[in-house]
């Protein structure tokens, strides 16, 4: 029986983010293929199921469920496809704002990359509950994006994101890479983990604030 339960249940909410991806019924099979799919990531098959599985991670976090198996690639395929043609509007944003950048000369251009990254998280969100890429720039994601209780967790989670790498590549440098393979899916999931339990709190303070 596993262990996991929601994070105002058993745990803080940093600690649950650093220990989410480690327990798990399956957590030794889940981390191999893990592994192997960023391994893989130059092929697009392997690329569009790890990105699959993160949204699947995701959904089960935003649920307060544990760890899901990493099975059933075609499904997870299909997700991953959906996220990434979702991603290609804050792609092409960061994109142009590169290039309008080194075009003009002005740093200015920049801000919209920042714009890009910054809808980044409501995106695979928004994709990884309904499975498609359709319709999910309306009204209401903007009104997400923009709301000041989204802001302020973007800040944070930043701040969370910046000191999680910085710790990171000085544990793997120092340990000869052993601490990195072992702490990857800690990074790489921890992130998913902030934003599955903060969305909620998301939604919840724009419905308070329509009523």
């Known amino acids: 029986m596993n262990d996991l339960q929601t994070p105002k249940e058993k745990y803080h909410i940093i600690e649950y983010m650093l220990k989410y991806s480690y327990i798990s019924d399956n957590n030794l099979g ?16 392997p ?18 469920n544990p760890m899901p198996k990493f099975e059933k ?11 990434f043609r979702a ?13 309008l950048t080194i075009g003009f000369n002005q740093l200015f251009f920049l801000g919209f990359s920042i714009f890009g990254l910054y809808m980044w998280p409501a995106i695979r969100l928004e994709v990884s509950q309904s499975n498609s890429y359709k319709e999910i720039f309306n009204i209401r994601f903007f009104e997400k994006i923009f709301s000041e209780i989204y ?4 800040l944070f989670y930043l701040l969370f994101l910046i000191t999680l790498l910085a710790v990171y590549f000085v544990l793997t440098f120092f340990t000869f890479l052993i601490a990195g393979f072992i702490l990857l899916p800690m990074v ?6 902030f934003w599955g339990v903060y969305y ?11 009523e």
Request: aromatic share 22%; no cysteine.
């Open 188 to 193: 790489l999931f921890s992130r998913v983990v």
């Open 47 to 64: 690329f569009f199921i790890l990105l699959g599985y993160i949204g699947k991670v995701q959904n089960a976090v935003y649920d307060d």
């Open 73 to 83: 690639y075609d499904e997870l395929y299909e997700l991953g496809f959906n996220l």
């Open 87 to 99: 991603y290609t509007l804050p792609i092409s944003i960061i994109i142009l704002s590169i290039g």
């Open 30 to 45: 889940n981390y191999i293929q893990i592994i192997f799919s960023i391994l893989l990531m130059f092929f697009i098959f």
């Open 151 to 154: 802001f302020k967790y973007f």
């Open 200 to 210: 909620k709190e998301v939604e919840k303070k724009l419905v308070e604030e329509k």
